[in-house]
């Protein structure tokens, strides 16, 4: 696989976002033996930044990290996150906690279950509006001073929270939703902007993240460039089972479902042309958006992990390029 740069650190330019191996998406095809083997797989493929956070199924995704990364723990980047704190895990249902004293407690935690001594990439999960970001920030950094955490990075964010924290410490990633429907970070139409409830994002959306990441050498790492599964053409109706968020999700009811598909028929035009999948394309399409993007892509089967990593050796013409950026905007907001 092609590879990128993480601070000075080459990975896979397809990262892996391991949240669906524990929750969100249909806990009922839960199956912690086999994602281990497909952590396994993914390292073997050179999918090297791997993803993951405290909340995911409330500290079960890091601890089926820590199992699966026993002897392997040196060949990834391994990136988690704080700042949220699980209340309802039936409903998904989080709070966000920016205080320095649930920072440092909980990358204990996290240690302790991602079975390692140092964090590759300690994120900021969500700015918590009650906290400071100069407190919050300021205690993260203290952590990397004592060796448990090499390098921080921040997730949904505004260009102006960037700068700010990257004034305290050095920001060395931004994580955020970016796909073919969703654009915010770009600056650019096609989604709408803001994330969970009580999100710090207005209506003006977060600025040009993506440009500057870029600006200042941190890099960008988007989750859900499948659009959680609707870009690959396989949602066709809003059939989910309960534990599957999605159900609840403005974009995935029915009628914005059915106007969204005109997305994935551009989408299937543009992946025909090349002989690949529209989840190729869709991978592709962020990675086009520059040097500085790694994807990381989620999923908990053997077929699409190879597939998504075969997105790296994709090259999409500027032509495909017009056209996909042209694609409709999206129907419903993103939560």
């Known amino acids: 696989m092609r590879t990128r740069t993480f601070a000075g650190t080459q ?17 009922s095809e839960r199956d912690d033996a086999a994602s281990i083997a ?6 073997d493929l050179g999918v090297t930044f791997l993803d993951t956070a405290q909340v995911y199924g409330d500290g ?8 699966a990364l026993a002897g392997r723990r040196d060949q990834v980047v391994l990136a988690t996150k704080t700042g949220l704190r699980v209340t309802d895990r039936a409903t998904i249902s ?23 001594d140092v964090i590759d990439l300690y994120y900021l999960h969500r700015i918590d509006p009650e906290v ?17 955490v090499r390098h921080l990075g921040l997730s949904e964010v505004t260009v102006a929270e960037a700068q700010e924290a990257h004034g305290i410490h050095p920001v ?21 902007a803001g994330g969970f409830s009580g999100d710090t994002l207005s209506g003006d959306g977060p600025g040009d993240v993506v440009g500057w990441c870029r600006d200042h050498n941190a890099a960008f ?49 543009v992946a025909t042309r090349h002989g690949a999948t529209p989840a190729q394309v869709a991978i592709a399409w962020t990675l086009a958006q520059g040097d500085h993007i790694i994807p990381i892509p989620g999923t908990k089967k053997s077929k699409y992990l190879n597939e998504n ?3 790296a050796d994709l090259d999409l013409t500027p032509a495909d390029l017009a056209e996909l950026n042209d694609v409709p905007a999206a129907v419903g907001s993103r939560y």
Not at 38 to 43: G, M, S, Y
Not at 60 to 67: I, K, S, T, V
Not at 172 to 192: C, F, N, V
Not at 252 to 268: G, H, P, S, T, W
Request: hydrophobic letters at 40%.
């Open 11 to 27: 990975v896979g330019a397809v990262g892996l976002g391991c949240m669906g191996m524990s929750w969100a998406y249909g806990e």
């Open 38 to 43: 497909l952590i396994h797989e993914a390292i």
């Open 60 to 67: 079960d995704n890091e601890a089926l990290l820590g199992r």
């Open 94 to 116: 989080m709070q966000r906690d920016g205080s320095p004293e649930h920072v440092k407690r909980s990358l204990e935690d996290s240690l302790r279950r991602l079975d390692t």
């Open 132 to 148: 400071p970001l100069a407190d919050t920030w300021g205690a993260m950094a203290e952590l990397v001073a004592e060796g448990k």
């Open 172 to 192: 060395a990633a931004i994580q955020s939703e970016l796909s073919l429907w969703t654009r915010d970070p770009m600056d650019a139409p096609g989604g709408s």
């Open 221 to 269: 790492a988007p989750f859900s460039p499948l659009g959680r599964g609707f870009l690959t053409g396989a949602v066709t109706a809003a059939d989910f089972e309960d534990s599957d968020y999605r159900g609840r999700n403005p974009r995935f009811q029915e009628e914005a479902l059915q106007a969204n598909l005109r997305i994935v028929d551009i989408v299937k035009g």
């Open 309 to 311: 990593a075969g997105a």
